[in-house]
């Protein structure tokens, strides 16, 4: 089992930025990749960026690059999420996720949350305008 937990949630302005960070615990040498979701209210749970746990590649859904930029430290087992210039069409519920499959290192299987074998609870990030 992989434990994940989110942290950095909370309310900040548009045009601010905002960190997120996400912990790994338990069986993470099991673990390819990491990845970070999002779900806005009514809508569907949507891609926003994944790394490589061990190559550290990144992978970015294509209306996000520029202004998120993922990070991990291998050491500590926390991946990161820099979120720059937000506005509140990022209003979203923040989930980070575990990968456990060996192909962890092609977009079409990052990018689909039902290739993710653990989910940490969610942060909740507001932007206001």
């Known amino acids: 089992q992989v434990q994940v937990v989110e942290s950095g949630g909370g309310l900040v302005q548009a045009g601010g930025s905002l960190r997120l960070s996400c912990a790994a615990s338990?069986?993470?040498?099991?673990?390819?990749?990491m990845g970070w979701f999002r779900q806005a209210p009514g809508k569907e749970r949507e891609f926003v960026a994944a790394?490589?746990?061990?190559?550290?590649?990144?992978y970015y859904a294509d209306s996000l690059k520029g202004r998120f930029t993922i990070s991990r430290d291998n050491a500590k087992n926390t991946v990161s999420l820099q979120m720059n210039s937000r506005n509140p069409e990022d209003t979203a519920v923040y989930y980070c996720a575990a990968n456990r499959r060996v192909d962890a290192t092609y977009y079409r299987v990052l990018y689909s949350p039902t290739t993710y074998a653990y989910w940490g609870q969610g942060t909740q990030v507001t932007v206001s305008s």
């Open positions: 338990g069986r993470t040498f099991s673990v390819y990749a």
């Open positions: 790394i490589n746990w061990s190559a550290g590649n990144a």
